[in-house]
């Protein structure tokens, strides 16, 4: 497990990345576009910026789809939603427990700004 101590984010480094690259995704597409080309787009910046990554791959016999893992080690969930949900959260840990990872990240293209919601895998 890799936790940066100045500032006790797990994954800080590798989180900080992908919030650029959320970033730029935004910036290129907009506010209103479907999920879809958000996704798109987030996977060519990471193959841009050389980030192992898998995309939407069904996980054992769960029916989970996850949108991205990231170096086996951060789930990603992509929203195009005017708001994220308490449902939504549940659904990412549903993700982290069946992978038994410990973080998840919701990105929400939709929102006023983009900004990462960080849900963690509870034991």
Same mark, same amino acid.
């Given at each position: 497990?890799?936790i940066n ?7 800080? $480094? ?25 996704? $798109? ?25 996850? $949108?991205?893992?990231?170096a086996d ?9 005017t708001f994220?949900?308490?449902? $939504? ?35």
């Amino acid at each position: 497990m890799e936790i940066n101590s100045a500032s006790k984010l797990l994954f800080a $480094d590798m989180t900080y990345r992908l919030n650029g690259i959320a970033i730029q995704v935004r910036k290129e597409i907009g506010r209103y576009g479907r999920e879809k080309q958000y996704c $798109d787009l987030f996977e060519l910046k990471l193959k841009e910026n050389g980030i192992a990554y898998r995309r939407e791959q069904t996980v054992g016999g769960t029916g989970n789809r996850f $949108d991205f893992i990231i170096a086996d080690k951060i789930v990603i969930e992509i929203k195009a939603k005017t708001f994220v949900i308490k449902e $939504d959260y549940f659904q990412v840990q549903r993700y982290l427990h069946s992978v038994n990872l410990e973080l998840g990240i919701i990105y929400n293209f939709r929102e006023e700004f983009v900004k990462p919601h960080r849900v963690l895998h509870l034991q």
